[in-house]
């Protein structure tokens, strides 16, 4: 098999629903991803054998294939074509391990992965169009909304309200010191007013959004404690201790070492192992655990060799739940802050993981990096690189 690498990595900052960006269409931003990407990386868009797009809700402006519509957008050549896929929360993720896969097999020698998702312009859920699923799943599973399963977790692995909160809070104040220091900014766009016109090489207006906009650096446990549960009236899953609905977009490009070296690319890491897993539809963001099990077996790593971990923070049990069994510690995990903070844009966070991570890596010069998502419907993804 080819070695894949992960040859660059880009993201948009986030933006807070109805927020910076909520005037920004989905196709754009992707599109405006997708050009910085390869125009950091002064790679030709030519060269790009296909484009593999997650978005949770091909719609609307999203629909119609919107991962080939940016690919347009962003000026690249009519003969690179696109696909957008569906793994709900692990969408993009699941793209780059795609893209990993063709590269590993021979099929493919370049591939870009990204991202994107507006969730203040095409809403989480818009995808269902109100239809309820099948009888023959619902008869089966007495399925519950994603803050009901948080709340399952949080009960099974005996957590505590101050817990969550406490995790949640750490999550703001590790991302505003990365902010406050730079750290973030290597690894973020600013993204303009008109977009459309920047792409068509015009003037694209100020930019209204170059850090994320979620971060509250001032939290406290104390301001989480007033938050009312929001799923039940005992609960311990509210909006404080769960990841915010975001808009953003992301990308990676993904090649073998041939054509790293051909294009002059360093690599950023070289990705050892990926793996998707199902589990229990109902519970259903547990599966980061069994993700991350196999996917350390795969490797041929335990997980006390992993030097930074990167673990959707779709809510605070999840991560929690995940650090009780893997016993890891919390110290190399989302060390720069989490979707608590920053936010979770759920198609575009995937590839945002991972971007966030490779830097991390370099900076600190560590060897290895796991990113996992807990996923809807019971499934999760993980994938395993190493620094070069």
Request: hydrophobic share 45%.
């Amino acid at each position: 098999m080819t070695d894949a690498y992960i040859l660059g990595t880009v993201r948009s900052p986030l933006g807070k629903r109805n927020g910076a960006l909520a005037d920004t269409r989905p196709d754009e931003l992707l599109a405006l991803a997708l050009r910085e990407l390869v125009d950091r990386h002064a790679v030709d868009p030519r060269e790009i054998e296909d484009v593999l797009v997650g978005c949770v809700n091909a719609v609307g402006e999203q629909g119609r294939n919107v991962g080939r519509l940016a690919v347009l957008a962003a000026g690249f050549p009519e003969e690179v074509p696109a696909v957008t896929m569906n793994r709900m929360c692990g969408s993009s993720q699941q793209a780059l391990n795609f893209a990993a896969q063709a590269v590993m097999s021979g099929q493919q020698s370049l591939v870009l992965a990204a991202g994107v998702e507006s969730m203040s312009r095409v809403p989480l859920g818009s995808d269902a169009a109100g239809v309820d699923p099948s009888p023959a799943v619902t008869e089966r599973y007495e399925l519950v909304n994603q803050g009901l399963a948080a709340e399952m977790i949080a009960r099974r692995w005996s957590l505590t309200r101050d817990e969550l909160d406490e995790f949640s809070v750490e999550s703001h104040r590790r991302a505003a010191r990365a902010w406050d220091s730079g750290v973030l900014a290597e690894e973020v766009f600013g993204v303009m007013s008109q977009p459309a016109e920047h792409l068509l090489g015009r003037d694209g207006g100020p930019v209204v959004l170059d850090r994320d906009e979620g971060v509250r650096s001032d939290t406290s446990i104390e301001a989480l404690a007033k938050l009312r549960p929001a799923y039940t009236e005992d609960g311990l899953i509210h909006a404080g201790n769960s990841s915010q609905i975001t808009d953003g977009a992301s990308a990676a490009l993904i090649g073998d070492l041939d054509v790293a070296r051909r294009l002059g690319l360093e690599p950023q890491a070289r990705i050892l192992a990926t793996q998707v897993v199902g589990v229990d539809p109902v519970m259903m963001l547990h599966g980061v655990i069994e993700a991350t099990t196999r996917v350390l077996d795969r490797a041929g790593l335990e997980a006390s060799e992993i030097d930074l971990y990167e673990v959707n923070e779709a809510f605070a049990s999840v991560v929690l739940a995940w650090q009780r069994e893997l016993r890891v510690p919390l110290e190399r995990v989302n060390v720069n802050g989490g979707a608590i903070a920053l936010g979770h844009p759920t198609g575009c966070s995937g590839t945002r993981l991972m971007t966030t991570l490779v830097h991390e890596m370099q900076r600190r010069d560590v060897r290895y990096g796991l990113q996992t998502m807990c996923i809807g419907q019971g499934m999760a993804t993980a994938t395993v690189v190493e620094a070069i």
